[in-house]
C-alpha cells in the first residue's frame, strides 16, 4: 500500500503542479548535517504513511523531499515564520509542524490536510481529507505521542498522572482544558515545569 501512495504521489504531483494557489514561500530546509539549503518551500504532501515536500532551489530547480531525508524545512508568509520537524512515528515519518518547545514536553501538529486512497464503486480515487491531529514528545521519550479529539482526555491524564502533576489531571476536559485548548494546556505545563526546576 505504502508503494501504491507512492506512485500515486508521484502523479498527483504531476497532476496538480508544484505549488498551491499561493504560489511557493521563501524558506530553507534543514539537512540531517545541520546545513540550512535557502529556495522556496512549494506544497506539503501527507498520506497516513508518509510526507512529502516540494522544495525549489534557488536556481529554480524543484525537489520532492521526503521527511526521512533531512531535519525539516522553515518558510515565512504574510503570518510569519513556520517550522516542520522530520519525525519518526511508530516507524513511519512525518513533517510536524512545531507549536511549542517546552521544559517537560514539545507539541507538534501533523499538516491539516491529509491525502488519501479510497475505492468508489470499484474505482480507485485519490483525494484529501481535513485531520486535526496533534503529536506530544515527551524529553525523556524516543517517539511523540499522537492526540486527536477521541483519546484526548484519555492519553492527556495518562500522561499527567505519570508525570505527577494531578493539578492538571484533574482539569481535562473542563472549561478552557478541551482538546481545542490542547496548545495551552502545554504551554502551562511547560511554563509551570521550568518553574517548578528554577525553585529546587
Known sequence: ???????LLTLFFAATGLCSDTGPARGYIVTKNGKQLTGYIGELYHTPFQSIVVFINDFGSPYNIEAERVRGFVFTNEEGYTAFE??????????LRILEKGAAVNLYQSPEEEFILRFENGILEAGTRTVTEYWL????????????????????RRLFKKEEAPEFREKIGKEGYRFRDLPNII????QDRALNKRQI
Open 1 to 7: 500500500m505504502k508503494q501504491l501512495y507512492a506512485i
Open 86 to 95: 522530520s519525525k519518526n512515528c511508530r516507524g513511519r515519518w512525518y513533517f
Open 137 to 156: 514528545e515527551m524529553t525523556d521519550k524516543k517517539q511523540p505521542i499522537r492526540i486527536n479529539s477521541l483519546n484526548f482526555r484519555r492519553k492527556l
Open 187 to 190: 504551554r502551562e505545563y511547560n
